[in-house]
């Protein structure tokens, strides 16, 4: 099998049959040969049945349903964990990437490069609530990690399927998997592709994305500067914090002695000191989650799935 077309979706019942149509249309223009994997997210619509019927009539449409909503990093890992292909390309459910680009990005995997990423050129959405959260985000990813990625959310991308399937996912780490790749070594490319405005439903996007971009930029900061001496690399921080924290005990119980009419200072000394524990444990959990990952990528069944071939 050369291609196969991962594409989640979560409730985007109007979606499915014009995007199997455009998507059919662009690959009988191609000679791949390839597989459409179709992930209900745990929809509460008609998105399943709609995508299901659809796979009654083709053989090369394979629906995964997952048992409740987890987010699109994990739909797509369910479809990366079903998928046969030598290649992998992924699109958005929404109608807003056009399959027809699936083409040129193809032919950039035979030049060579390992990824190759679509940027919107004019992209079609809210300027509040999408294009702003978008350029902080890009601006995030490209200032902590030193990546040149233009477009780090936009969804249609094209991947040896070798270089994707050896890496964990948690979290919204779908967008930056092209980072994570790149800072392992990996090549990519990007051009430009189209953008269409939504035709159905609302999006599942706003604001909140930055927040959880800039968590995810932490973690994969702190795990790639600490790759090769993590216990150095935290107990550098461990010794900072526990000076900050000496200084400030004592200074807290300075303050207490001589105004005992203000002893909650004591207590922010203290409040101070368990969140960076419990800040750098956290770390440490994510460092162990991310080591057991990557040994049972291959061989663990992570989520409850339903695959479905007509």
Known sequence: MDLSIVIPFYNEEDSIKPLYDAVSKTMSGLSYSYELILVDDGSKDKTFSNANELAKKDSRLKVVKLKKNYGQTTGLHAGF???????????????????????????????????????????????????????????????????????????????????INKFPMYSEMHRLLPVINALTGASFTQIPVKHHARQFGSSKYGLSRIYKVILDLIALKTVFSSFNKPLFGFGNTA????????????????????????????????????????????????????????????????????ARRA
Not at 282 to 298: D, P, R
Request: proline share 3%; hydrophobic share 40%.
């Open 81 to 163: 964990q079903n998928a046969i292909g030598k290649y992998i390309v992924t699109m958005d459910g929404d109608l807003q990437n056009d399959p027809a680009d699936i083409g040129n990005m193809m032919s950039k995997l035979g030049e060579g490069n390992d990824i190759c990423l679509g940027w919107r050129l004019n992209r079609q959405d809210s300027k509040f609530s999408r294009l702003l959260p978008s350029k902080i985000a890009n601006w995030l990813v490209r200032t902590v990690t030193g990546i040149p990625v233009k477009d780090n959310g936009c969804a249609i991308r094209s991947y040896k399927a070798d270089t």
């Open 239 to 306: 010794i900072i914090s526990g000076i900050l924290f000496l200084f400030s005990t004592f200074m807290a119980f300075t303050t207490w002695y001589f105004n005992p009419g203000y002893p909650l200072v004591v207590l922010l000394g203290s409040s101070a000191l368990f969140g960076i524990l419990t800040f750098t444990l956290g770390f440490l959990g994510i460092i162990c989650h991310l080591i057991y990952k990557s040994g049972n990528l291959k061989i663990e069944k992570m989520y409850k799935l339903k």
